[in-house]
């Protein structure tokens, strides 16, 4: 953490003059420059979406989730004797908008409950490292691991593209020789999880062949194509859902019988009741670090129940219902180990305190202590089912596969 002399000193000085005064814990923390965003009665938390982009219903399904979480908390009496209250912006998956309202709603917020997308992030990293501030992401690029001031929750996109080949390979779906089509966005999202199927080809005795696309492409004939010529024996898909839909209709359509594996972004549920639905269904599975949200366990029922009491339809979003509902309840956890320090530095310090999060049913064990590892290397394949809620259920338990405990994280920390 970077500190300028000035601020340590300026700390220092108020810390000990509310000290003498005598002044509470709650005293202490609201309405002063070391604490935006924390009163006698409220934490504030801000939240940095896509509401209007290219990831607008993921976005307005965390938005909602988040809410979910929220009123349970609150319910249940808050944190450090506060309710939760959530600030929320909407970026449009554009970082000069993202950084735009992140200057316009920083002042107002102890921290960053949530913020979508791995360009936003790398725009906003500099302000949230400057000014000690704890973010949850919206996000599984492990490039973005190392940094204290950052939560990646669960396993990183390459590690899910790990045990997703490796998975594959165990059912007998691969062997060593063939070749796998990766067809992945532009940009962080892609390019972390095709560093991990090369990883994994690299093991397995597996050939990559990939494809870049866009994320404004809408027609993935041309890759398809390409990946049938190559005669790949599965493919693997980075990319929005209807990316995804596109890849599965167009594999289908050419006759391709190979399995498509979705990394964790890939699905929506609105696609259930397109063209491409018979296609998902066959063909395709997803990669989670999170369960599914129609998953037949206590805990994904009663998230179920709670959001259909909130909302009434299934989300467009399963995996982001669970990650926003247990992002939520980890930042709580992190704010009630330093309601003795309920400051911007205070909640950074109490992050590396959490070293067993867990949501049974929800997601895997946690770990935050090390900044530069991974929370967890579990995932969880999911496959296409519309008869359960939201679309997807789960195809088995969580795992970490030997190649993925094996493999060494990018770190940028």
């Known amino acids: ?111 960053y409950l949530n913020i979508l997308g791995s360009p936003v992030v790398t725009a906003l990293r500099d302000k949230i490292e400057a000014k000690d501030e704890l973010a949850g992401l ?27 080949l490796d998975w594959l390979a165990k059912k007998g779906a691969l062997r060593s020789g063939d070749s796998v089509g990766h067809i992945y966005l532009q940009g962080e999202i892609g390019e972390n999880s095709l560093r991990g199927s090369k990883f994994a080809a690299g093991k397995l005795g597996l050939k990559i062949v990939g494809q870049q696309i866009e994320p404004a492409a809408t027609d993935l004939t041309s890759q398809v194509n390409a990946l049938k010529s190559a005669k790949v024996k599965a493919i693997v898909v980075d990319s929005t859902p209807k990316q995804a839909a596109s890849v599965a209709a167009v ?74 509902y247990a992002m939520t309840k980890l930042y709580a956890e992190i704010l009630g180990k330093s309601c003795e320090d309920l400051t911007r530095p205070g909640v950074l310090k109490a992050r590396g305190a959490v070293t067993d999060f867990t949501l049974p049913g929800l997601l895997p064990p946690q770990d935050f202590s090390d900044p530069a590892e991974p929370s967890s290397r579990e995932a969880q394949v999911l496959g296409v089912d519309k008869d359960v ?18 493999y060494k994280v990018p770190s940028a920390g």
């Open 389 to 406: 809620f939201a679309g997807v259920k789960a195809l088995g338990d969580f795992f970490a596969s030997d190649l993925a405990k094996e």
């Open 1 to 111: 953490m970077h500190k300028s002399r000035t601020v340590g000193l300026a700390a220092t000085a108020l810390a000990f003059t509310l000290a003498v005064a005598g002044c509470s814990t709650k005293a202490e923390t609201a309405g002063t420059a070391a604490a935006p965003g924390v009163s006698d009665s409220t934490i504030k938390l801000g939240v940095l979406m896509d509401l209007s982009g290219p990831f607008a219903g993921t976005g307005k399904t965390i938005l909602d989730a988040s809410n979910v979480a929220v009123k349970e908390i609150n319910a249940a009496g808050g944190v450090c004797d506060r309710k939760l209250a959530l600030v929320t912006r909407d970026h449009g998956y554009d970082p000069q908008k993202a950084v735009a309202a992140y200057d316009e709603m920083d002042p107002q917020v102890l921290g």
């Open 251 to 324: 594999a289908q359509a050419a006759g391709m019988e190979v399995p498509i594996m979705g990394g964790v972004s890939t699905f929506a549920t609105s696609l259930l009741k397109t063209s491409a639905a018979p296609a998902l269904t066959e063909h395709y599975t997803r990669l989670s670090g999170l369960g599914a949200l129609g998953a037949d366990n206590a805990a994904a029922r009663k998230l179920a129940a709670a959001w259909r009491d909130q909302n009434g339809k299934a989300p467009e979003a399963s995996s982001g219902v669970v990650h926003a």
């Open 138 to 164: 919206t996000t599984f690029a492990s490039t973005l691991l190392g940094d204290e001031h950052l939560i990646v929750l669960g396993a990183t996109y390459d590690i899910q593209t790990i045990n997703g």
